[in-house]
């Protein structure tokens, strides 16, 4: 399953993930492995993530279909479930593709020095733009994150660019520390120190 799951995150193998889908549907419902019971038992772990059927649509498991919907929020939830699960996370998380290192993000982010704090699958179609996945902050605490973008009116260099300038600031990201001048600033908006 791990070289399958590096096919499909690494280099998008569209193929492979409906062969998955397919494989988890026989697992869980018997053979033979169809879309449908592929995406039955897709339905009931969103369930178990506590999404409604009429929050989201999908309808393949490569994502092709102009038809899904789904949110930023839904795969960040996703995410977060895989990276609680020890039995799962080592082994999703090897198999995305580390930026400036491997897969289709090989030539991204080539020149900064943390990208390979960042482990992602991307998804594109005409007119779209996805980056989902994993980043460690500066303080190597990991965040889940969740970068989807429709009706694109610029080139997919431009849209790169930009998603990959969110993850840098993601890399650098470290947290106020509680009782800093900073933080107390901030939950006092109030009490504003002037010059």
Request: glycine share 10%; hydrophobic share 35%.
């Amino acid at each position: 399953l791990t070289t399958a799951l590096q096919g499909l995150n690494k280099f998008s193998n569209n193929f492979v993930a409906e062969q998955i889908l397919k494989t988890i549907g026989a697992e869980k419902y018997g053979p033979p492995g169809t879309t449908l019971k592929g995406l039955k038992a897709f339905e009931e772990y969103l369930e178990l993530l506590g999404y409604r059927q009429d929050q989201y649509k999908v309808l393949d498991g490569s994502g092709l279909s102009r038809q899904n919907r789904v949110s930023p929020q839904m795969f960040i939830d996703i995410l977060r479930n895989v990276k609680n699960d020890l039995g799962v996370y080592p082994e999703f998380v090897s198999a995305l593709g580390v930026m400036g290192v491997d897969g289709n993000v090989k030539n991204r982010m080539s020149g900064v020095k943390s990208s390979e704090r960042a482990r992602v699958k991307t998804g594109t179609l005409n007119f779209v733009s996805a980056l989902s996945g994993y980043f460690q902050s500066r303080d190597r605490e990991t965040f889940a994150f969740s970068i989807l973008m429709n009706d694109l009116k610029c080139s997919n260099g431009r849209i790169k660019k930009l998603q990959d300038q969110i993850i840098r600031e993601g890399l650098n990201f470290r947290r106020i520390p509680t009782g800093s001048v900073i933080s107390e600033q901030q939950s006092n908006p109030s009490q504003d120190s002037a010059l």
